[in-house]
Protein backbone atom coordinates (compact mmCIF):
# COMPACT_ATOMS: atom_id res chain seq x y z
CA UNK A 1 0.00 0.00 0.00
CA UNK A 2 1.39 3.87 -0.62
CA UNK A 3 1.29 4.72 3.31
CA UNK A 4 4.09 1.58 3.72
CA UNK A 5 6.30 2.54 1.25
CA UNK A 6 10.01 2.29 3.59
CA UNK A 7 12.18 4.70 4.14
CA UNK A 8 15.30 5.19 6.36
CA UNK A 9 16.33 7.45 9.53
CA UNK A 10 19.14 8.19 7.21
CA UNK A 11 20.58 7.24 3.90
CA UNK A 12 24.18 8.26 4.59
CA UNK A 13 24.99 4.93 4.26
CA UNK A 14 22.70 3.49 1.89
CA UNK A 15 25.12 3.69 -1.30
CA UNK A 16 28.13 2.17 0.51
CA UNK A 17 24.96 -1.20 1.67
CA UNK A 18 24.30 -1.23 -2.00
CA UNK A 19 28.03 -1.15 -3.27
CA UNK A 20 28.67 -3.81 -0.47
CA UNK A 21 25.58 -6.14 -1.66
CA UNK A 22 27.41 -5.90 -5.13
CA UNK A 23 30.75 -7.43 -3.58
CA UNK A 24 29.80 -9.44 -0.83
CA UNK A 25 27.96 -13.38 -1.52
CA UNK A 26 24.64 -14.08 -2.20
CA UNK A 27 23.38 -14.82 1.54
CA UNK A 28 20.28 -18.24 2.32
CA UNK A 29 18.46 -14.69 3.44
CA UNK A 30 19.46 -10.95 4.28
CA UNK A 31 18.82 -11.00 8.10
CA UNK A 32 20.05 -8.32 10.45
CA UNK A 33 23.07 -10.92 11.05
CA UNK A 34 24.08 -10.22 7.52
CA UNK A 35 23.96 -6.82 7.36
CA UNK A 36 25.98 -6.65 10.49
CA UNK A 37 28.32 -9.56 10.22
CA UNK A 38 29.37 -9.83 6.80
CA UNK A 39 28.35 -6.09 5.21
CA UNK A 40 29.67 -4.59 8.45
CA UNK A 41 26.48 -2.34 9.21
CA UNK A 42 26.20 -2.15 12.51
CA UNK A 43 23.75 0.74 13.18
CA UNK A 44 19.91 0.16 13.80
CA UNK A 45 18.95 2.89 11.40
CA UNK A 46 20.83 0.97 8.73
CA UNK A 47 18.15 -1.98 9.19
CA UNK A 48 15.34 0.19 7.08
CA UNK A 49 17.54 -1.34 3.98
CA UNK A 50 16.06 -4.58 4.54
CA UNK A 51 12.46 -3.34 3.98
CA UNK A 52 13.93 -1.00 0.94
CA UNK A 53 15.45 -4.47 -0.46
CA UNK A 54 11.84 -6.30 -0.05
CA UNK A 55 10.02 -3.16 -1.78
CA UNK A 56 12.44 -3.12 -4.67
CA UNK A 57 11.98 -6.77 -5.22
CA UNK A 58 15.56 -8.12 -3.85
CA UNK A 59 14.15 -10.20 -1.36
CA UNK A 60 10.87 -12.27 -0.73
CA UNK A 61 8.72 -11.11 2.23
CA UNK A 62 10.92 -13.80 4.53
CA UNK A 63 14.08 -12.23 3.11
CA UNK A 64 15.44 -14.87 1.24
CA UNK A 65 17.25 -13.17 -2.31
CA UNK A 66 15.57 -13.12 -5.47
CA UNK A 67 16.71 -13.16 -9.50
CA UNK A 68 16.58 -9.52 -9.36
CA UNK A 69 18.93 -9.33 -6.07
CA UNK A 70 21.45 -11.20 -8.01
CA UNK A 71 21.15 -9.19 -11.60
CA UNK A 72 21.44 -5.86 -9.24
CA UNK A 73 25.06 -7.76 -8.22
CA UNK A 74 26.23 -7.89 -11.82
CA UNK A 75 27.94 -4.96 -13.06
CA UNK A 76 26.24 -4.15 -16.51
CA UNK A 77 22.44 -5.03 -15.06
CA UNK A 78 22.90 -3.40 -11.86
CA UNK A 79 21.48 -0.16 -12.11
CA UNK A 80 18.62 -1.60 -14.29
CA UNK A 81 17.66 -3.90 -11.91
CA UNK A 82 17.63 -1.04 -9.78
CA UNK A 83 15.55 0.64 -11.91
CA UNK A 84 13.05 -1.78 -12.44
CA UNK A 85 12.55 -2.49 -8.87
CA UNK A 86 12.09 1.33 -8.10
CA UNK A 87 9.00 1.12 -10.93
CA UNK A 88 7.34 -1.57 -9.37
CA UNK A 89 7.78 -0.96 -5.64
CA UNK A 90 7.16 2.75 -5.59
CA UNK A 91 4.34 2.13 -8.03
CA UNK A 92 2.30 4.53 -6.57
CA UNK A 93 4.66 6.96 -7.04
CA UNK A 94 5.09 6.64 -10.86
CA UNK A 95 1.58 6.36 -11.22
CA UNK A 96 1.18 10.32 -9.60
CA UNK A 97 4.36 11.31 -11.60
CA UNK A 98 5.96 8.95 -14.05
CA UNK A 99 9.04 10.77 -14.45
CA UNK A 100 9.50 10.80 -10.83
CA UNK A 101 13.10 10.11 -10.41
CA UNK A 102 13.70 13.76 -12.45
CA UNK A 103 12.29 15.51 -9.61
CA UNK A 104 14.02 17.68 -6.45
CA UNK A 105 13.70 16.25 -3.11
CA UNK A 106 11.10 19.23 -2.12
CA UNK A 107 9.06 18.21 -5.66
CA UNK A 108 9.30 14.34 -4.17
CA UNK A 109 8.50 15.76 -0.68
CA UNK A 110 5.35 16.43 -2.20
CA UNK A 111 4.35 13.78 -4.42
CA UNK A 112 5.25 11.05 -1.14
CA UNK A 113 3.15 13.55 1.20
CA UNK A 114 -0.07 13.58 -1.51
CA UNK A 115 0.22 9.94 -2.79
CA UNK A 116 0.65 8.31 0.96
CA UNK A 117 -1.14 10.75 3.44
CA UNK A 118 2.31 10.72 5.85
CA UNK A 119 2.94 13.71 7.99
CA UNK A 120 5.61 16.13 6.10
CA UNK A 121 8.62 14.55 8.58
CA UNK A 122 7.75 11.13 7.37
CA UNK A 123 6.93 11.94 3.79
CA UNK A 124 10.53 13.57 3.43
CA UNK A 125 12.26 10.41 4.68
CA UNK A 126 10.33 8.32 2.03
CA UNK A 127 11.52 11.19 -0.58
CA UNK A 128 14.84 11.20 0.67
CA UNK A 129 15.31 7.47 0.59
CA UNK A 130 13.79 7.54 -2.80
CA UNK A 131 15.99 9.97 -3.90
CA UNK A 132 18.51 8.28 -2.89
CA UNK A 133 18.44 5.09 -4.72
CA UNK A 134 17.18 6.80 -8.37
CA UNK A 135 21.03 8.08 -8.07
CA UNK A 136 21.84 4.52 -8.66
CA UNK A 137 19.32 4.02 -11.02
CA UNK A 138 19.24 3.51 -15.19
CA UNK A 139 16.00 4.49 -16.12
CA UNK A 140 16.61 4.96 -19.54
CA UNK A 141 16.81 0.47 -19.72
CA UNK A 142 14.15 0.29 -17.79
CA UNK A 143 10.32 1.24 -19.94
CA UNK A 144 7.99 2.89 -18.36
CA UNK A 145 4.69 1.19 -16.95
CA UNK A 146 2.19 1.52 -19.79
CA UNK A 147 -1.09 3.34 -18.68
CA UNK A 148 -4.11 0.82 -18.05
CA UNK A 149 -6.67 1.27 -21.22
CA UNK A 150 -10.07 0.60 -21.18
CA UNK A 151 -12.50 -0.92 -24.17
CA UNK A 152 -16.08 -0.65 -24.23
CA UNK A 153 -18.03 -3.74 -26.45
CA UNK A 154 -21.40 -3.86 -27.52
CA UNK A 155 -22.84 -7.40 -27.80
CA UNK A 156 -25.96 -9.01 -28.26
CA UNK A 157 -28.17 -9.44 -24.96
CA UNK A 158 -27.31 -13.49 -25.46
CA UNK A 159 -24.85 -15.34 -27.64
CA UNK A 160 -26.77 -16.33 -30.97
CA UNK A 161 -28.70 -12.99 -31.39
CA UNK A 162 -27.98 -11.37 -34.45
CA UNK A 163 -29.36 -7.53 -33.47
CA UNK A 164 -30.17 -5.82 -29.84
CA UNK A 165 -33.29 -6.76 -28.49
CA UNK A 166 -35.65 -4.05 -27.90
CA UNK A 167 -38.36 -4.37 -24.49
CA UNK A 168 -42.11 -4.28 -24.36
CA UNK A 169 -41.73 -0.69 -25.19
CA UNK A 170 -39.57 -0.96 -28.34
CA UNK A 171 -36.36 0.79 -26.94
CA UNK A 172 -33.41 -1.95 -28.08
CA UNK A 173 -31.36 -3.22 -24.93
CA UNK A 174 -27.61 -3.05 -25.38
CA UNK A 175 -24.93 -5.39 -23.30
CA UNK A 176 -21.61 -3.29 -22.71
CA UNK A 177 -18.54 -4.89 -21.90
CA UNK A 178 -16.15 -2.83 -20.11
CA UNK A 179 -12.50 -4.64 -20.62
CA UNK A 180 -9.68 -3.36 -18.31
CA UNK A 181 -6.08 -4.18 -19.22
CA UNK A 182 -4.08 -3.58 -16.61
CA UNK A 183 0.11 -3.51 -16.54
CA UNK A 184 1.74 -6.58 -15.08
CA UNK A 185 3.00 -6.12 -11.84
CA UNK A 186 3.87 -8.62 -8.68
CA UNK A 187 2.90 -5.57 -6.26
CA UNK A 188 -0.70 -5.26 -5.17
CA UNK A 189 -0.08 -1.44 -4.59
CA UNK A 190 0.18 -1.47 -8.10
CA UNK A 191 -3.56 -2.20 -8.75
CA UNK A 192 -5.20 -0.46 -5.46
CA UNK A 193 -3.41 2.96 -6.88
CA UNK A 194 -4.95 2.39 -10.39
CA UNK A 195 -8.49 0.99 -9.34
CA UNK A 196 -8.39 4.01 -6.79
CA UNK A 197 -7.64 7.06 -9.81
CA UNK A 198 -10.47 5.04 -11.92
CA UNK A 199 -13.00 5.40 -8.77
CA UNK A 200 -12.19 9.08 -8.85
CA UNK A 201 -12.37 9.55 -12.91
CA UNK A 202 -16.03 8.04 -13.10
CA UNK A 203 -17.14 9.36 -9.96
CA UNK A 204 -15.89 12.95 -10.87
Do not use: C
Not at 78 to 101: C, H, K, N, T, V
Not at 125 to 151: G, I, N, S, W, Y
Request: a neutral charge; glycine letters at 6%; aromatic letters at 8%.
Amino acid sequence: MPDDLPYMLGVKNLEAMLDKIKTAGTPPKFTVDFLKTSLGFTSSGDRGVIKVLKTLGFLTPDGVPTARYNEFRQGPTSARALAAGLREGWAPIFLADQQAYTRTAGQLKEIFKSVTGKAESVAEKMATTFKALVQKADFAAVPTTPTPTLTLETAPDKPGDEEPRRDASGRMSLHNDIHLHLPPSADVAVYTAIFRALREELLD
